[in-house]
């Protein structure tokens, strides 16, 4: 199977959602893992916390800053890359956010 960049590791997919299961990170937490080539691409898409800031801060000229919740995603990545180094793997963190998964140190 070819992905975007090459071949598909697809043990490395199975492995990165164990590994994120077993940490408690449960399908429908806003986490994904994609195969993006050899490596796996973990990124957060929290809308079901963000749909209610933005409710409850509507008139707030600045709720693009909240609906941001800029703390909460540096504490989810760290809280990944923890998890992912302790299981041997390397994260590598981009600045959309995202975290490049390879096998190895």
């Known amino acids: 199977m070819n992905g975007p960049i090459g ?24 986490l994904t893992a994609t195969a993006d080539g050899p490596d796996i691409l973990v990124s957060w898409h929290p809308d079901s916390l963000i749909r209610p800031l933005i409710a409850a801060h509507a008139t707030d000229p600045d709720v693009h800053r909240a609906a941001e919740i800029p703390g909460l995603r540096a504490a989810t990545a760290t809280a990944l890359t923890t998890v992912f180094l302790e299981a041997g793997l390397t994260p590598l963190p981009h600045p959309d956010g995202t975290l490049r998964i390879v096998a190895g140190p």
Do not use: C, M
């Open 7 to 30: 071949p598909v590791n697809g043990e490395l997919l199975r492995r990165t959602r164990r590994i994120l299961a077993e940490a408690g990170y449960e399908p429908g937490n806003g």
